[in-house]
Nanobody, 115 residues
Framework: QVQLLESGGGLVQTGGSLRLSCTASGSVSTIYAMAWYRQRPGKQRELVAV???????NYSDSVKGRFTISRDNAKNTVYLQMNSLKPEDTAVYYCNAKCPIRNTWGQGTQVTVSS
């Protein structure tokens, strides 16, 4: 079983930056990809970015060019660097570990971008 611990959310002004971290523990060898999702107020949860065990990445169109997902395998940690933040990026951000049997979700971290 995998456990995830997220950190790094907060309040930032439009145009600012934040970096989210997600550290995995437990059966980390079963993880084949890590992803960040977000849930904006009144919206469904949506995929923001994903990184595979081979460091292949993919982004939603809404964040492409502004957000960067990366990983530090030695620390079992995945990061989401968020630049040029906009008020519409305001959401609860969730880390997700993709494993063959089941996916695991983090507890979520709030990101608020003020205009």
């Amino acid at each position: 079983q995998v456990q995830l611990l997220e950190s790094g959310g907060g309040l930032v002004q439009t145009g600012g930056s934040l970096r989210l971290s997600c550290t995995a523990s437990g059966s980390v060898s079963t993880i084949y990809a890590m992803a960040w999702y977000r849930q904006r107020p009144g919206k469904q949860r949506e995929l923001v970015a994903v990184i595979t065990s081979r460091n292949s990445t993919n982004y939603s169109d809404s964040v492409k060019g502004r957000f960067t997902i990366s990983r530090d395998n030695a620390k079992n940690t995945v990061y989401l660097q968020m630049n040029s933040l906009k008020p519409e990026d305001t959401a609860v951000y969730y880390c997700n570990a993709k494993c063959p049997i089941r996916n695991t979700w983090g507890q979520g971290t709030q990101v608020t971008v003020s205009s």
